[in-house]
């Protein structure tokens, strides 16, 4: 069956980095889109990035443009999120998430297939 196991979360202070991984197993890699979301406590669960399975095209929600960076190894069956300047704000549990269609930046909704998330916290 199709898994998706994150790994690289964990405390880190403000201004800090971390590299988020997710390895799939069960599914042509290849052919899903792939993106990261965050739920933070009492909050819905939003896309933060995604990188599609066509032509590598990204999307990134506001808030973290141009602090962290999403991508992929084909080869691997791997997906990363590396998390740069790293604020209080981004403290949440972070899933990996499997699409079978391209389009990237869609909602949870439209996901195949997920993680079971891996917990970020980040200090002030």
């Known amino acids: 069956q199709v898994q998706l196991v994150e790994s690289g979360g964990g405390l880190v202070q403000a201004g800090g980095s971390l590299r988020l991984s997710c390895v799939a197993s069960?599914?042509?890699?290849?052919?899903?889109?792939m993106s990261w979301f965050r739920q933070a406590p009492g909050k819905e669960r939003v896309v933060v990035a995604s990188?599609?399975?066509?032509?590598?095209?990204?999307y990134y929600v506001n808030s973290v443009k141009d602090r962290f960076t999403i991508s992929r190894d084909n080869v691997k069956n791997m997906a990363f999120l590396q998390m740069n300047s790293l604020k209080p704000e981004d403290t949440a549990v972070y899933y990996c998430?499997?699409?079978?269609?391209?389009?990237?930046?869609?909602?949870?909704?439209?996901?195949?297939?997920w993680g079971q998330g891996t917990q970020v916290t980040v200090s002030s």
């Open positions: 069960g599914l042509t890699f290849g052919r899903y889109t």
């Open positions: 990188i599609s399975w066509t032509d590598g095209s990204t």
């Open positions: 998430a499997a699409r079978s269609r391209p389009g990237v930046g869609f909602p949870g909704s439209f996901y195949n297939y």
